[in-house]
C-alpha cells in the first residue's frame, strides 16, 4: 500500500504552525513538525496520543533563518520517510516597532526568517517534489502584507508582502509539473503571538472586524487542508484572504 504523502510545517509548535500540523495528521499525512524551539518540540509527541498516529509524526528542529541547516534538515526527512510533498512556510516573527525606531538587526531578522526562510526552504524541497511530480506549497503570509498594517511594523508588512510575491514567482515557475504555490493571509487570529498584544489594542482590532470576532487557528487550518489536497490541483499562485471580512477584494 503507498504510504501517506509527507507535509513538513515550519513553526509548528504553536498557534497557526500548529493547528495546521495537526488537522494534516488528523487527515492521514505524515507530518513533520519543524520550529526553532527545541523545548517546545520535545511537548509535542506526548499530545500525539495513539501508537498508530505516532508513527506518522515527527519532529525536527530548525530555525528556517539557518540557510546551512536547511538542507541537512531536508536530506533528514528525505532519508527517513523518502519525499517532502507538502511544505508550509509558517514559521514567522512579527515587531510592532514604528517606523522610525526599527533597527538594522531587527530589520534583518524579521526579513531573515519570514522571507529568506520561506525562499530558501521552498528552494530546498524543489528538487524532491520535482522528482515526484507533485508537490504543494502553501505560504503564511498576512494581512498586513496586503493593505498594510494594523499593528504590525515596517518590516513585518514587507516581509509579507514578499511572501506573496515569492507565492506567484514559485507558482508560475512550476505550474506545468504538478507542483502548486498558494497563500493564506490571515488577520486577527487567536494565537500565542496576538494574545501579547494589551487589550487596548485587541479591542480597537476586534471592532473593525466584519464578522465581529476574532479567528481561530483551526479556520485557517481548513484552508490549508484543502489547497494541499488533490482537489486543489486547478489553483495556483492565489492568495486566500482569512480576515473576518476586513479585507474585500
Ligand atoms: N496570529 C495572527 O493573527 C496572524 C495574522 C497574520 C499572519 N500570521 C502569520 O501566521 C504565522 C504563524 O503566526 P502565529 O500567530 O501562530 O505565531 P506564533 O508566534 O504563535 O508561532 C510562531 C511559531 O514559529 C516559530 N518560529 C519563530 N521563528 C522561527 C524560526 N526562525 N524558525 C522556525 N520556527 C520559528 C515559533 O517558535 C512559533 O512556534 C506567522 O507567519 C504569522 O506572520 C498570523
Not at 119 to 128: D, E, K, N, R
Request: glycine fraction near 10%; aromatic fraction near 6%.
Amino acid at each position: 500500500m503507498a504510504q501517506p504523502k509527507v507535509a513538513l510545517v515550519t513553526g509548528a509548535v504553536q498557534g497557526i504552525g500548529r493547528s495546521i500540523a495537526d488537522r494534516l495528521l488528523e487527515d492521514g499525512y505524515r507530518v513533520v513538525y519543524s520550529d526553532v524551539n527545541a523545548a517546545g518540540l520535545e511537548t509535542i509527541m506526548e499530545h500525539v496520543e495513539s501508537e498508530t498516529v505516532r508513527v506518522r509524526a515527527m519532529v525536527l528542529q530548525l530555525d528556517v533563518a539557518d540557510e546551512s541547516a536547511i538542507q541537512s534538515a531536508v536530506n533528514h526527512v528525505v532519508d527517513a520517510w523518502g519525499s517532502i510533498d507538502i511544505l508550509v512556510n509558517n514559521a514567522g516573527i512579527r515587531y510592532v516597532t514604528p517606523v522610525n525606531e526599527i533597527t538594522r538587526q531587527e530589520w534583518d531578522r524579521v526579513l531573515a526568517v519570514n522571507l529568506t526562510g520561506t525562499f530558501f526552504m521552498t528552494q530546498a524541497v524543489l528538487p524532491v517534489m520535482r522528482r515526484a511530480g507533485w508537490g504543494r506549497v502553501v505560504n503564511i503570509s498576512s494581512f498586513g502584507g496586503q493593505a498594510g498594517p494594523l499593528t504590525s511594523g515596517a518590516h513585518y508588512c514587507a516581509s509579507k508582502a514578499g511572501q506573496l510575491a515569492l507565492t506567484k514567482v514559485f507558482a508560475r515557475a512550476l505550474a506545468a509539473e504538478g507542483i502548486t504555490v498558494n497563500a493564506v493571509a490571515p488577520a486577527a487570529i487567536e494565537t500565542p503571538e496576538m494574545s501579547k498584544m494589551t487589550p487596548e489594542s485587541l479591542a480597537q482590532v476586534a471592532k473593525g472586524i466584519p464578522v465581529g470576532r476574532f479567528g481561530k487557528a483551526e479556520e485557517v487550518a481548513a484552508v490549508v487542508s484543502f489547497l494541499v489536497s488533490e482537489t486543489a490541483g486547478y489553483i495556483t499562485g492565489a492568495t486566500f484572504d482569512i480576515n473576518g471580512g476586513m479585507l474585500m477584494r
